[in-house]
Each structure stands twice: as structure tokens, then as C-alpha cells.
């Protein structure tokens, strides 16, 4: 079964437990290492809240 990137959403066809590409790992922390689960969650949580607030002034209701 193959697995779907957290951060590009397409598919990781390479061989790795991880739920990210190396190259997006890269790109999003700066390194090929994965970051501490609670570093990463609240990056997520963080990413996730630009998002709303975007959306949010977009709608603007
Ligand atoms: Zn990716």
C-alpha cells in the first residue's frame, strides 16, 4: 500500500516509514532528519490555523 505525503499530498514511493518525501522534509524543516513528533504536530497545528485564518478573510463572514 502506498503512502500519501503529509506535505505535497502525492504519493512516496520510496522505501521509508515516514509519511514524507525526503525532499519535502527538506524543504518544509531545513533537514533529511524528522523532527520531533511534538515539533511537527505544532507546526502542522500552526499550518493548518493560517489556513483557516485565510480562509476566514477570504469568506470574510
Ligand atoms: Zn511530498
Known amino acids: ?5 503529509l506535505c ?7 522505501n521509508t516509514t515516514m ?3 525526503k525532499e519535502c522534509l527538506y ?3 531545513g ?4 523532527p520531533d513528533v511534538s515539533v511537527l504536530e505544532s ?3 500552526k499550518l493548518a ?3 483557516i485564518n485565510k ?3 477570504i469568506t470574510g463572514v
Open 1 to 5: 500500500m502506498s503512502k500519501i505525503c
Open 27 to 29: 524543504k518544509f524543516f
Open 31 to 34: 533537514t533529511y532528519s524528522f
Open 8 to 14: 505535497c499530498g502525492k504519493e512516496i514511493n520510496e
Open 55 to 57: 480562509n476566514f478573510s
Open 43 to 45: 507546526e502542522i497545528e
Open 19 to 21: 509519511s514524507w518525501h
Open 49 to 51: 490555523i493560517q489556513d
